[in-house]
């Protein structure tokens, strides 16, 4: 089992910066692959950005694309996005996802652990 949290959420007018952070515990050995995903009220929960268990490779959504950056520092089980250029759509709940295996991938149901989420609102 693989318990995430995740945190740095908050409230950050248009155009700001903020940097999630997504902790693992339990059965972590960095075999993971992990992910990125929100969902604002009303809407389904989408893929934001994924990386690769080594971190070699790193994916987005082309809503994010250009102004958010996943990394992940394997020694510390720490994954984190950070966000830039920060919009109105970009208000939601972020959610931190672990997927057994060396690769990301943008379908939700490939994950096998999730987090808490953490609320991001950006107002205009």
């Known amino acids: 089992q693989v318990q995430l949290v995740e945190s740095g959420g908050g409230l950050v007018q248009a155009g700001g910066s903020l940097r999630l952070s997504c902790t693992a515990s339990?059965?972590?050995?960095?075999?993971?692959?992990m992910g990125w995903f929100r969902q604002a009220p009303g809407k389904e929960r989408e893929f934001v950005s994924g990386?690769?268990?080594?971190?070699?490779?790193?994916y987005y959504a082309d809503s994010v694309k250009g102004r958010f950056t996943i990394s992940r520092d394997n020694f510390k089980n720490t994954v984190y996005l950070q966000m830039n250029s920060l919009k109105p759509e970009d208000t939601a709940v972020y959610y931190c996802?672990?997927?057994?295996?060396?690769?990301?991938?943008?379908?939700?149901?490939?994950?096998?652990?999730w987090g808490q989420g953490t609320q991001v609102t950006v107002s205009s």
């Open positions: 996802a672990a997927r057994t295996g060396d690769y990301a991938t943008y379908d939700r149901d490939d994950y096998d652990y």
């Open positions: 339990g059965r972590t050995d960095s075999r993971y692959a």
């Open positions: 990386i690769r268990r080594s971190g070699g490779s790193t």
